[in-house]
Each structure stands twice: as C-alpha cells, then as structure tokens.
C-alpha cells in the first residue's frame, strides 16, 4: 500500500514539474537570453524583433583588410594599447574587416631550434624573425598569409617548412608555398560567418632555387612556393634599333640575332651585351609569363570560385610601376574573369595604384606594413663578405654599410615607409566601397623603432592619398582624401539619355 501510494505520488508530482518554467542556468543560458526568447503576455513575438540575420551567400555584403609586406623582427603587441593611440586604432581598424590579409615576406624560427641553414640564394638579404610574431599579427586579426615571395626559401625549404608549420599550429590560413607544386598552387581556405573565402598566393619575383616542382608518379616533385615565370625581354622602335645594331657592331657582336630569331630571318632581333633586343613600335621592356604556369593557376582560381564564396588571389610582383606594365594589367584581369573577387599585389615595397575592373579591385602594390629589415640579427657569413667586413663585425655594421649610416637605400626614402591599409567592402564579389587608411612607418625614428606602422597625422596622410590617387587617376579611378583616409568614389552610372 505505501509503495503503491507512493509511486502515485511520484508520477503526478513529475507531471506537476514538467509544467513549470525552467531556469534560466538549466538552459545553460543567461537570464537576459532567457527573458529576450520569453513569450509576451501579449501573444507570440513578433518577427520584426528579431535581429536582422546575416546569411553566407552570393550577395552577403563583407569587408576585407589588406596590407601589403611584412618584415618583421621585433614584436609589436605592446604597442596596442590606448596611450599608443595611432597603433591601436590602426590595429582596431584591422580587427573590424570580416578577414585581413598580409603577405609574410620572412622565415620565423629560433635559431636555437632551426636545423637548417642559410642558403646561398636570398632574396636580397636573409629575412629571419622569432615565432611570437606571429602571435601580434594573429591578434591583430590577420588570419591569411601569402608565403609566397623571393624570400619563401632564404633559409631553404627547412626555414619554409618550419615558417608553413608554425602558421598551422595557429589555425592561420596560408597559401602560396608547399611540399610540391600542386601543393603550392593550391588555396587556403578561411571560414568566416559571411561566407568561405579562398585564398591563393604565387609570385613572379623568386630566386630560382625557391620554384616549387610537380610530383610523378615516379618522384615526389620539389617543395617551394607557387611561381608564375616572368620572360622579360627588350623592344626599340625602328631609329633606336638602328642605333643599338651600329653599337653591337661596334663591340664585336655583330648585331645579329642569330638563326631563327624574329621570324627565322635574324634582322628583327640583335644581342647587345648579352640581351636580346627586337624591333617594335616603342623602347623599354617587353614581359611575358609562361602559358603553362598561367593555366595552373587560372585552373585553381576557377575551382576556388566554386568552392568558396569568394576568392582573394594575391601575388608578389616587384615589376609593378607606377604605371602597371601591360603583362600585370593583363594577368589580374585574366585573374578576375576567371572568378577572382580582388587581385592585391605586394613586392614593390611602395604604393602603386588601384584599378577597378567589372566592379573588382586591383591594388598594383600596397607597399609596406612591417618594414623592421635592419633588425635582423645574426646574418649568414655571406652578408658580410659582401661588405668587406671581418668575421668580428657586429650585424649594425652591415646596415651601417649597406644604408651609408642611413643616407642611401631603404632609410633614406620616406616613400618606403608610407602605406596604407585597405579596406575593400563588396556585395558578394562586387566592389561597393573602398575605404584607405595611410600608415607611416616611422622612417625618421631610430633602427630600434624603424618599420613599425601606425596611423598618419593628417599633413601625412594627405600627402599619402594625393599621391594613390595620382597614380590611380590614369587608371580611370577616383580617390579623394576625407575624415583622414582616402575614399573611392563609384563612378555615376550613365544617365538614360547616355545609354
């Protein structure tokens, strides 16, 4: 009898709980969560209540952050706090895009850990860095890593692969270099709430020791970074041609272009100390890329549009100028038909113009983000020999020859040290805004703080703009300078009467 009493008891007290409301730490929630889902004593809620969801698809409105080349060799997270007002509301700046992009151009190891060398290829210098940096960039918000670059394999594959699996051990996304060619032609791909973005870097300046190999089935290709071959060859119109022949005559050569060469009949085309010079219509250099590195890489864009939402290719280029050679305008667009969202070069170490083409950006160089490059220290043996100094010479030496104590060179130019950080806004893959914030680098401080960038002051900042949209005018795009940053402004769509 009592058990009985009691399991009758027990089942209606259950049903009796299942009614009441459940706490707010049952629902493993907060009260305010839990108050903002309950019903309103004035019936269900209504939908236009509800924040405004923001989907991953083909017309999500997001924004990218983008900056150019990273040499780093000294931390910077110290400088990010509000008495550094400049850096911090740069780096916040950074941290407000949906993504951020910045091209790695340096190895990142300890020394006391590294298993490799130096190798006797470099890209001008030996660009080495300690890990934690990667740890500042991270926490600025920059989670895409070009590596490729004419400085993937200063300290040779080793110092690539210890830079690759250190991003990786990160969770940052990065692309453009690899364990063969495929690999390195691949994209990385970065999942954010506003859809899947695919990230593919290469570059056409390289040392060619660096130029990653594609597997057989009977060998395992080469690692390197992913490399689109520039041919560059020279032009002179018909009285410079004439001139350049008389000259190659006059040294020995000839002036003969050899059998086969323009059209078999060796008179459009002559050798002057060692280059090859044809006829044309203009004088100056004349750049072609190789059709088979074209097709690989137009071949994974083509595949990342599919898999991904949007598609950022990025390449190091140091031939871009200030007016874009022919090859480069040609190759970004060839990028952008092909189903690229933006094509963002780096390499030149200065800012070139912007184009914007079928609604899409082409930034021809975003200069320099981090450009800390007379910091590095120890250097191989060779950097030495190349000025002359003893195996006692400190690392100072070398900058102190290299830059004449600051005269020449990199510190002498303050346009080396004057960026800006873009921030590119699209509907889907369509440019709707374009905002560029100018940073300098600090060209006039010491060596200890040289290359770290913050937010011009506004005399700076205008100069820096000026300078953009001169470069950019030609390229039928309009910047102007407002609020402290540089705008780009839509062009008006004709009217009726102009249709």
């Known amino acids: 009898m009592r058990i009985g009493t009691y399991c009758k008891w027990s089942i209606a007290a259950f049903a009796t709980l299942l009614l009441l409301p459940i706490p707010a730490f049952a629902q493993g929630g907060t009260g305010s969560s839990t108050q903002a889902s309950a019903t309103p004593a004035g019936g269900p809620k209504s939908a236009r209540a509800r924040p405004a969801e923001v989907l991953p698809g083909p017309n999500t409105r997001w924004s990218l952050a983008a900056v150019g080349d990273a040499i780093i060799t000294r931390r910077i997270a110290q400088f990010d706090n509000a008495g550094d007002s400049r850096f911090h509301e740069m780096v916040n700046v950074i941290r407000g895009a ?3 992009m910045v091209n790695l151009e340096i190895s990142l190891f300890r020394f006391s850990e590294f298993k490799g060398w130096g190798e006797v290829e ?8 300690p890990p934690e940096v990667a740890v500042d960039l991270k926490d600025m918000g920059f989670r895409l890593f070009n590596r490729a670059n004419n400085h993937t394999t200063d300290y040779g594959v080793e110092g690539m692969r210890v830079t690759d699996r250190l991003l990786d051990s990160m969770g940052l996304v990065h692309a453009g270099s690899g364990e063969n060619l495929a690999w390195a032609s691949r994209p990385g791909y970065l999942e954010t709430p506003k859809g899947r973005i695919a990230f593919i870097g290469m570059a056409t300046t390289f040392t060619p020791m660096s130029r990653a190999g594609a597997a057989r089935p009977d060998e395992r290709g080469r690692p390197g970074m992913n490399a689109l071959r520039l041919t560059t060859s020279y032009e002179a119109d018909s009285g410079t041609f004439a001139a350049m022949r008389a000259a190659a005559t006059a040294f020995g050569g000839g002036g003969g272009g050899g059998a086969g060469r323009g059209g078999g009949t060796g008179e459009e085309t002559i050798r ?5 010079v044809r006829r044309g219509t203009q004088n100056g250099r004349v750049g072609s890329l190789d059709l088979a590195d074209q097709a690989r890489i137009l071949r994974e864009i083509r595949n990342a549009s599919q898999q991904a939402d949007y598609v950022i290719v990025t390449s190091h280029t140091h031939e871009s100028t200030p007016v874009p050679p022919a090859w480069l305008s040609a ?9 690229a969202t933006t094509y963002i070069i780096q390499g030149p170490h200065l800012l070139r113009g912007i184009e914007v083409y079928k609604g ?3 930034f021809y160089s975003l200069g320099n983000f981090v450009f800390q490059n007379e910091t590095i220290d120890p250097m191989p043996s060779d950097n030495y020999e190349t000025f002359n100094l003893p195996d006692t010479a400190l690392a100072t030496q070398v900058y102190d020859a290299r830059f004449r104590n600051g005269t020449s060179g990199f510190p002498a130019t303050p346009d080396y040290y004057e960026s800006v950080v873009a921030v590119p806004t699209f509907q889907g893959n369509q440019l709707v805004e374009l905002k560029l914030y100018p940073i300098e680098l600090g060209q006039k401080a010491p060596r200890s703080q040289r290359g770290t960038p913050r937010l011009a002051d506004d005399a700076t900042g205008r100069r820096i703009i000026e300078r953009l949209a001169s470069m950019s005018a030609p390229l039928g795009t309009t910047i102007v300078y407002q609020n402290g940053m540089g705008v780009w402004r839509r062009p008006a769509a004709p009217s009726s009467s102009q249709r």
């Open 122 to 129: 470099n890209g001008g210098n030996w660009e080495v860095g």
């Open 360 to 362: 899409k950006p082409i």
């Open 272 to 276: 002057v100390l060692g280059q090859a």
């Open 98 to 100: 949906d993504a951020a």
């Open 331 to 339: 190759w970004a667009k060839k990028c952008l038909d092909a189903g």
